[in-house]
């Protein structure tokens, strides 16, 4: 049998034909599925990172230069040496400062990876409260900064569930409440 069916080019058969239009359906096929698996693979990036916490990517960017915007303070920089549950550790060019995550507006020098909650050591699980414990048992007189902007200049004496207890002055003691407390810079 010579010749062949409309659409045919010359010199193939019809089996190379059909052969050649399953192999294009099957590129399209493949195009078609990686289209919609990075679109998928997309969704589910997005989706995850909404599961990215500021204290996760700042455990990340530990060691890193960083500038952090506090409310009430301002600009804090310094080189981040340690994150925990709800604070950070910047140790300045003059002094360092514990800042109530709380209080953090914005980060400047964050790397772009994060380190998941469950990878966090047993000390980074500690919360403000056992920062600011450490403070007062080292008895170092520091400045307590508020959201307000108002300050404290005192020495941490004891910390409750939810304050901090501050001798300032003569004898005079006042109690700060977590909420309200936006960073302990000390006083060396």
Same mark, same amino acid.
């Given at each position: 049998?010579?010749?062949?069916?409309?659409?045919?080019?010359?010199?193939?058969?019809?089996?190379?034909?059909?052969?050649?239009?399953?192999?294009?359906?099957?590129?399209?096929?493949?195009?078609?599925?990686?289209?919609?698996?990075?679109?998928?693979?997309?969704?589910?990036?997005?989706?995850?990172?909404?599961?990215?916490? &500021?204290?996760?990517? &700042?455990?990340?960017?530990?060691?890193?230069?960083? /500038?952090?915007?506090?409310?009430?303070?301002?600009?804090?920089?310094?080189?981040?040496?340690?994150?925990?549950?709800?604070?950070?550790?910047?140790?300045?060019?003059?002094?360092?400062?514990?800042?109530? /995550?709380?209080?953090?507006?914005?980060?400047?020098?964050?790397?772009?990876?994060?380190?998941?909650?469950?990878?966090?050591?047993?000390?980074?699980? &500690?919360?403000?409260?056992?920062? /600011?414990?450490?403070?007062?048992?080292?008895?170092?007189?520091?400045?307590?900064?508020?959201?307000?902007?108002?300050?404290?200049?005192?020495?941490?004496?004891?910390?409750?569930?939810?304050?901090?207890?501050?001798?300032?002055?003569?004898?005079?003691?006042?109690?700060?409440?977590?909420?309200? &407390?936006?960073?302990?810079?000390?006083?060396?």
């Amino acid at each position: 049998m010579t010749g062949g069916w409309a659409g045919q080019a010359p010199g193939m058969s019809w089996e190379e034909d059909v052969f050649a239009l399953l192999d294009d359906l099957e590129q399209q096929a493949e195009a078609a599925y990686a289209a919609e698996r990075d679109a998928e693979l997309a969704d589910r990036s997005r989706a995850a990172y909404r599961e990215v916490t &500021l204290a996760s990517r &700042l455990m990340a960017s530990a060691g890193e230069e960083v /500038l952090l915007d506090v409310t009430g303070v301002g600009p804090v920089g310094g080189v981040l040496e340690r994150v925990g549950d709800g604070w950070c550790l910047v140790a300045g060019p003059a002094q360092d400062w514990v800042v109530h /995550l709380a209080a953090v507006g914005s980060v400047a020098g964050a790397v772009e990876r994060s380190v998941p909650e469950v990878a966090w050591s047993p000390v980074a699980r &500690l919360g403000l409260g056992s920062a /600011l414990r450490r403070i007062a048992d080292a008895g170092e007189r520091c400045v307590l900064h508020l959201v307000d902007g108002s300050t404290y200049d005192g020495t941490p004496r004891r910390i409750g569930a939810d304050f901090v207890e501050v001798a300032v002055g003569e004898g005079r003691l006042v109690l700060v409440t977590f909420a309200s &407390l936006a960073a302990v810079q000390s006083r060396e």
